[in-house]
C-alpha cells in the first residue's frame, strides 16, 4: 500500500504539474510573441495594465511568468514601476482561472480530452490546431494527474493518524500559511499547490479553513520565482519584483485577520467545497486588486522606500511618433528627425561609457551599455516603421528626398550602437586580463575618443538644428580621425618593434582605434545626410 501511495502521489503529482506547463506553452505559442506585444502595448495605465495582467495569466496559466515578463520589460526599460503594478495586480487575479477550471471536476472526460489532444497536435499541420491540440493534451493530464492523486490518497481518508494530521492543519492557520508557502517556492507555482489542496479537499481531508490559510501561503511562496529572477537586474526591476511580494503577504495579512467572517461568506458561494476554495482564491484577489488600485502612487513610493537609489532611466519607446502626425508628413518628419536625435544621444553615451570602461578599468560603467543597445534598436524598429508608413501618403519633392537621408541616418546611429558593444567588450577582456597598456597607447586612446565625442556633438547639432555648419564641422573633423588612425596604427608597430608593448593589449589598441574610425564613418554618414538631403525650408504658414 505504501508504495502504491509513493508511486500514485508521485506519478500523479508529475502529470498534474506537466498538464499545466502543456497547458501554458500550447497557448503561448499559438500566440507567438503576441503576449510580449500586448503587453507593452496596452499598459499605458494601471486600470489597462490590471486587465492585461489577468487575461494574459488566464492563457499562459502562470502569474509567475507573466510577472518575470513584467519584471524584464521593467529592467529593459520598456515600463514603468507603476505601469508594472497594474499587470502584477492583473496576474494575481487571473492565476486563479486554474482553480476555477478545476472545480469543474471533468477527470471523467481527462482521457477523451487527451485523446483529442493527441489527435490536433500530431496530425494538424496549422499551427493554430497543432498547439491548441497541445493545450487539451495538457488540459486532460493535469486531470488525469490529479484523479491519480486523489485516487491513491482516498483510502486513508478513514484513517484516523492522517484525519488526526490534517485537523492539526485545519486548526492552525499559520502552519497552513507556511506549508502553502513552501510548497509553492518547491514547485514554483501557485496553481499546483492549490490544485493539490483542490484534491485534498474533494475526499474531505482538508475543509475549506485549512484550504484558505494554505491558498494564502500559496500566493507568498510564487513569489519565490519572481524574486530569483530580479537578482542582477535594474533598481525598478527589483522593485516591481518587490512589489508583487508586498502585494500577497498584505493581502494574505488582510484575510487572516478578517478569516473567519470571510470564510464564513464563502460557504455561502457554493454548496460544493472544491468550488468554495476556487471562489475563495478569486474572490481574495479580486478584493486585493480593488483596495490597491486606488493607491497605486503610494503603493509605489512604499516601494522605493524599500528598495531606495537613483535609477537610471533610458527610455526604449518611442517619444514623439504620434499616428496621427503621419496625416501631416512634415510634422511627422519632425517627429521623426526627434527619435533620431534621441538615437544619436543614446549612441553617443554608450561610446562615452565603452571608452571609460576601457581606460579606466571600470566595469561597473559598462553595466548599461546592454541596456541602451537594446532601447537603439526598439527606437531603429520604431523610426523606420514610422517612416515606411510615411512613405504610403502623398508627398512633396522635399518629403520624399528626406525618408531616404533620414532611414540611412537611422541605420548609421544603430550601428554605432553595435560598435559601442564591441568597445565594451574589448573593455571587459581588458579588465578580466588585467591586461596593461602603455602610457603612450592611453594618450592615444583618449585622443581618438576626444575626436569620436567631438564628431557626435557636431552631428547631433546637425540633425537637432538642419545645420550645414555643424554638419560640416563632423567632415572636418573625419579628417583628423582618418590622419589619426594611420598614425597610431604606426606608432603601435614602433612600440612593438621597442619591445614596449605587450602583444595582448596591442590587439586590443588596434581593435579600439579600429572601432573607433568605423564610428567616424557613420557619422560621417548621418552629416553628409544633413547637408545633402535632410536640409530643407519650411515655409511658415500665413495667419
Known amino acids: 500500500m505504501n ?14 504539474i506537466y498538464g499545466i506547463h502543456l497547458m501554458g506553452d500550447g497557448l503561448q505559442r499559438v500566440a507567438g510573441d503576441r503576449f510580449r506585444n500586448i503587453l ?20 499562459i496559466q502562470s502569474s509567475s511568468a507573466t510577472t518575470v515578463m513584467v519584471v524584464g520589460f521593467v529592467n529593459a526599460g520598456l515600463m514603468t514601476l507603476t505601469q508594472s503594478l497594474g499587470v502584477i495586480f492583473g496576474a494575481n487575479v487571473g492565476t486563479t482561472i486554474t482553480a476555477q477550471i ?46 491519480i492523486m486523489t485516487s491513491v490518497v482516498k483510502p486513508f481518508a478513514n484513517d484516523p493518524a492522517v484525519i488526526n494530521a490534517f485537523v492539526s492543519i485545519n486548526n492552525r492557520v499559520l502552519y497552513g500559511v507556511l506549508i502553502g508557502a513552501a510548497i509553492t517556492a518547491l514547485v514554483q507555482s501557485s496553481s499546483v499547490t492549490v490544485g493539490i489542496i483542490l484534491g485534498l479537499v474533494s475526499i ?23 524574486m530569483i529572477a530580479s537578482i542582477g537586474t535594474s533598481i525598478s526591476a527589483r522593485r516591481a519584483a ?13 484575510f487572516l485577520i478578517i478569516l473567519k467572517p470571510f470564510t464564513l461568506f464563502i460557504t455561502h458561494t457554493s454548496s460544493d467545497a472544491v468550488r468554495q476554495c476556487a471562489n475563495a482564491h478569486t474572490i ?39 499616428k496621427h502626425l503621419i496625416s501631416t508628413p512634415i510634422f511627422a518628419l519632425d517627429a521623426a528627425t526627434k527619435e533620431l536625435v534621441r ?11 565603452a571608452a571609460t570602461g576601457f581606460l579606466d578599468l571600470n566595469e561597473k560603467i559598462l553595466k548599461n551599455l546592454p541596456k541602451r543597445e537594446e532601447a537603439l534598436d526598439s527606437l531603429q524598429e520604431a523610426v523606420t516603421n514610422y517612416l515606411v508608413l510615411l512613405t504610403q501618403r502623398d508627398l512633396s519633392e522635399e518629403e520624399s528626398r528626406r525618408i531616404p537621408a533620414l532611414l540611412h541616418s537611422v541605420n548609421d546611429i544603430e550601428r554605432i550602437g553595435d560598435h559601442s558593444e564591441n568597445l565594451m567588450e574589448l573593455a571587459i577582456r581588458r579588465i578580466d586580463g588585467n591586461l596593461p597598456l602603455t602610457k603612450s597607447a592611453v594618450i592615444e586612446i583618449k585622443a581618438m575618443h576626444d575626436k569620436i565625442d567631438a564628431m557626435s556633438d557636431s552631428a547631433i547639432k546637425a540633425l537637432n538644428t538642419n545645420s550645414t555648419e555643424e554638419a560640416e564641422k563632423v567632415l572636418e573633423i573625419e579628417k583628423d580621425v582618418n590622419f589619426l588612425t594611420e598614425k597610431f596604427r604606426q606608432n603601435h608597430i614602433d612600440r612593438l618593434g621597442k619591445g614596449e608593448c605587450n602583444v595582448r593589449s596591442g590587439i586590443l589598441f588596434l581593435d579600439m582605434i579600429s572601432n573607433f574610425e568605423k564610428i567616424g564613418d557613420h557619422l560621417t554618414n548621418v ?6 538631403r535632410l536640409q530643407w525650408n519650411a515655409k511658415k504658414p500665413t495667419t
Not at 40 to 59: C, E, R
Not at 111 to 137: A, D, E, T, Y
Not at 302 to 315: D, S
Not at 343 to 353: G, L, P, S, T, Y
Open 3 to 16: 508504495k502504491e501511495l509513493i508511486f500514485g502521489l508521485f506519478g500523479g503529482l508529475g502529470l498534474f
Open 40 to 59: 507593452k502595448a496596452l499598459t499605458s495605465n494601471v486600470f489597462k495594465g490590471v486587465l492585461v495582467g489577468a487575461g494574459i495569466t488566464a492563457l
Open 102 to 147: 478545476i472545480a469543474f471536476k471533468l477527470t471523467d472526460y481527462a482521457l477523451p480530452i487527451i485523446g483529442v489532444g493527441m489527435v490536433l497536435n500530431i496530425f494538424s499541420k496549422k499551427r493554430f490546431w497543432k498547439f491548441l491540440g497541445l493545450f487539451l493534451l495538457g488540459f486532460g493530464i493535469l486531470f488525469l494527474g490529479l484523479n
Open 204 to 226: 474531505g481531508l482538508i475543509s475549506i479553513e485549512g484550504a484558505i490559510p494554505i491558498i494564502l501561503g500559496a500566493n507568498i511562496g510564487t513569489c519565490a520565482t519572481v
Open 242 to 254: 518587490i512589489a508583487h511580494l508586498l502585494y500577497n503577504i498584505i493581502g494574505a495579512a488582510l
Open 284 to 322: 481574495m484577489k479580486i478584493i486585493e486588486t480593488c483596495i490597491y488600485l486606488p493607491f497605486v502612487g503610494l503603493f509605489a513610493k512604499v516601494v522605493k522606500k524599500i528598495v531606495p537609489g537613483k535609477e537610471l532611466i533610458i527610455e526604449a519607446g518611442p517619444k514623439y511618433l504620434e
Open 343 to 353: 538615437m544619436a544621444d543614446q549612441a553617443k553615451e554608450m561610446v562615452n561609457e
Open 527 to 532: 552629416a553628409q545626410a544633413v547637408i545633402g
